[in-house]
């Protein structure tokens, strides 16, 4: 279901990219509604300013605009500076997982809350695409695995926030999958082993999308039903109130050791359902689909 108000990127006659506006399942230039040269960048740097008139157009039930099913998407944020990904951040992941190092290793792993949250940083231009985008699955990796989470897109810069205080710096919600080459977590003869780039920064590695809800539509993002379906099977079945660290705790602590810009995207984790502990990874002709409640359906097709 596509979201009654949301802004995002969509390619103009020209294919190049536009900044849109979809309200009742159509799509209206966002210059035209703002009455000014706009696009996703001047949006989210300006958009403690530009939310409200926004907002208020939206509640005139404007008239215009292209259906949506005219208009190809891309990626809705292009690009963030700033790509934050959260590690072992849902509940029943982590039991999943958990259960996986059993049978390895026959012994289990500790499943407490830590103190803080954990994060790896993503490229950006080249790996983030958009809904219905095709992606090649890389030619070095046998094992790509699916990841649906929530994307949090920052608003308002700052520094060392609160976390009774942090969700006042998000701008709006979106979804991501976290694709990952399964294959490529770990580099054998290396003093470091981890090797992120590998798994996570490949080309078309991380679909965003459709749209970009604004907070003030998203009444509570720590209750969102999230679902992921390989080929119309589902995989992941979950809610985001099963994070272990809350999107709140999440910015606050990004925002004590960087400054969090606008446009920055923080994807708030995984919940169970990934392939790697029963070996089902995707393979090409696959369309895998994320949906979460209010923001839309994310879909990618998988190819050779």
Request: net charge negative; charged share 20%.
């Amino acid at each position: 279901m596509t979201p009654d108000f949301c802004v995002g990127t969509y390619a103009g006659r020209d294919g190049e990219p536009r900044a849109g506006v979809l309200r009742g399942g159509r799509v209206h230039d966002a210059s035209a509604v703002l009455g000014t040269e706009s696009t996703i960048i001047a949006m989210r740097d300006g958009w403690t300013e530009t939310r409200e008139r926004l907002a208020a157009w939206a509640a005139g039930n404007p008239e215009g605009g292209v259906p949506i099913e005219e208009v190809r998407l891309l990626a809705p944020v292009q690009y963030p500076a700033n790509f934050f990904c959260a590690g072992a951040n849902y509940w029943d992941h982590l039991a999943e997982m958990a259960e996986l190092i059993v049978r390895m290793t026959g012994s289990a792993p500790k499943t407490e809350k830590a103190a803080e949250p954990w994060f790896f940083v993503r490229t950006t231009r080249g790996t983030i695409v958009g809904s219905d985008a095709s992606v090649r699955l890389p030619g070095f990796s046998r094992e790509v695995d699916w990841e649906a989470e929530l994307g949090v897109v920052i608003g308002t810069r700052c520094k060392d926030i609160d976390e009774s205080d942090a969700l006042s710096a998000v701008a709006a919600y979106t979804i991501v999958n976290d694709l990952s080459a399964r294959d490529h977590v770990k580099r054998e003869g290396s003093p470091f082993i981890y090797d992120w780039v590998g798994q996570k920064c490949w080309d078309g590695s991380a679909p965003m999308g459709p749209w970009l809800v604004p907070a003030q539509f998203v009444e509570n993002p720590q209750d969102l039903a999230i679902e992921l379906t390989v080929n119309g099977v589902v995989k992941q079945s979950s809610n985001t109130g099963q994070m272990v660290h809350s999107i709140a705790e999440q910015v606050a602590y990004l925002s004590r050791h960087v400054t969090l810009y606008p446009g920055d995207v923080i994807a708030t984790g995984t919940p169970a359902g990934v392939g790697m502990p029963r070996g089902d990874f995707l393979k090409a002709g696959d369309e895998v689909r994320v949906t979460i409640a209010g923001l839309g359906t994310l879909t990618t097709k998988m190819v050779a």
